[in-house]
């Protein structure tokens, strides 16, 4: 899988992360959480940023200014693609490759960070997501809930149970901007199709696979953009200038999964 690798950088930490942090990062430091995603030209839709719970991640140094937030297994693939080191640091096996610091992802939730793109310019926090799989992409996944039938099933369960979770209700009740028009399900496809099939719960897995699988065929093929550069432009063209964009402008790089590794989250 090619994923686009946004950088999402931390402008507040959440209090538990703060504390574990201190003083093993300088404060000059640039620090980015790093979620893999399929769909760049959505990225002005992000309203969260997503990390498993119970799932750990590292700080890795990448650059004298520069850390990023993966799990170990992304920045092990990330080591051999260029993105990730100059030489003298080149790790030569897994355990030569040391985060400054270790976080699990229930500590980093409610973390702010600045989403590239995003209509929410003050930034979105980090929420949890029990359906993050550790062995894919990042391990970290930025939020669409208007075009992600999980993403929209994930922060409407967040925000009925916030206090369950240990969250703001607010962060999870960003506005969802329309950004893809499409000719079956309108401007706010994930929406839609959770209401149309009833989908009650992000654990509602075989239905929310059903409906990634819409989602995904009928935004592509059949999606306009409403909003950014490409606006009036349709999504199979606009994808690869958005992804292109962002990398010139040093907010992303190209992120491969190697073979062997994909475990599709619908099982
Ligand atoms: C933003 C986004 C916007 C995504 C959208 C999808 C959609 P696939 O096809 O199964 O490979 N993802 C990435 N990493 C993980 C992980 N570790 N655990 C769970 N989910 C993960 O799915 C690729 C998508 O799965 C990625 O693209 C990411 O969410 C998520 F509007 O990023 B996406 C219809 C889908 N729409």
């Not at 799989?133 to 409407?156: E, R, Y």
Request: hydrophobic share 35%; glycine share 8%.
């Amino acid at each position: 899988q090619d994923y686009t690798a946004l950088k999402l950088k931390v402008k507040d930490w959440a209090p538990d992360a703060a504390k574990i942090v201190q003083g093993k990062i300088p404060d000059s430091a640039n620090v980015y959480f790093v979620p893999a995603t399929l769909r760049p030209e959505t990225m002005y839709g992000q309203t969260c940023c997503f990390v498993g719970p119970k799932i750990k991640y590292g700080v890795f140094k990448v650059s004298e200014s520069d850390y990023y937030v993966v799990t170990k297994r992304a920045a092990w693939n990330m080591a051999f693609q260029g993105t990730f080191f100059k030489s003298d640091q080149f790790p030569r096996t897994a355990d030569e490759l040391v985060p400054v610091v270790e976080l699990t992802g229930s500590s980093v939730v409610g973390t702010l960070v600045s989403a590239p793109l995003s209509i929410h310019k003050n930034g979105v926090r980090i929420l949890p997501m029990d359906s993050v799989l550790p062995t894919k992409g990042t391990g970290v996944v930025t939020s669409v809930p208007s075009d992600s039938p999980d993403d929209f099933a994930t922060i409407t369960d967040l925000a009925k149970k916030a206090d369950y979770y240990g969250i703001k209700k607010e962060w999870a009740e960003l506005e969802i901007p329309p950004i893809i028009d499409t000719p079956s399900y309108g401007n706010l496809t994930a929406p839609f199709l959770v209401k149309k099939m009833k989908i009650n719960s992000p654990k509602d897995a075989k239905q929310l696979a059903e409906a990634k699988d819409l989602a995904y065929k009928e935004g592509y093929y059949k999606g306009t953009m409403l909003v950014g550069d490409f606006k009036g432009q349709s999504v199979e063209t606009a994808k690869p200038k958005v992804k292109e964009a962002l990398i010139k402008s040093g907010e992303a790089f190209e992120y491969a999964e190697p073979n062997g590794h994909v475990v599709s989250r619908s099982g």
